[in-house]
């Protein structure tokens, strides 16, 4: 009897590890007036398959957001990744065919900052200066 509940014990603790903490990542692009409106109306009600993928790929508490400044919109996005393989997830992202689909709605909708164009993507990278746990 002594054994198995030191194997309950065990196999609880091992249940309970803690685990990293979601590495963070938030991006900023334009967004083109002319398509501003077909970009809100497609993420209002966003394609099921695309956000299971999202979610296959350890990506959670994804928001994108829309601010104006002076005259122009930007779109500013973050999201959380739990997974062990970034670069992998977003290659497997990358070959779905819906999300392919996806973007190839939302991608003309954008307008690359200068920086994330020269390098041939849609989305510029953002530094973290601060995060309160």
């Known amino acids: ?22 590495q963070r990542f938030a ?3 334009g967004l ?10 497609l993420h209002a009600a966003p394609w099921p398959s695309v956000n299971q993928m999202l979610k296959a790929c350890h990506l959670q508490n994804f928001s994108i957001y829309e601010r104006e400044i ?8 973050y999201l959380e990744y739990t997974g062990k393989d970034f670069d992998a997830d977003m290659k497997k992202m990358a070959a779905d065919p819906e999300t392919v689909r996806w973007w190839k709605e939302t991608d003309p909708c954008q307008s690359p900052l200068p920086d994330a164009a020269a390098k041939a993507k849609i989305w510029a990278d953002m530094k ?5 746990h």
């Open 1 to 22: 009897m002594k054994h198995i509940a030191l194997l309950l014990l065990i196999g609880s603790l091992a249940g309970c590890a803690p685990q990293a903490p979601p």
């Open 27 to 29: 991006w900023i692009t």
């Open 32 to 41: 083109k007036p002319e398509k501003a409106e077909y970009y809100r109306q």
């Open 70 to 77: 002076e005259g122009k919109t930007y779109l500013f996005a």
């Open 128 to 132: 973290e200066v601060y995060h309160l």
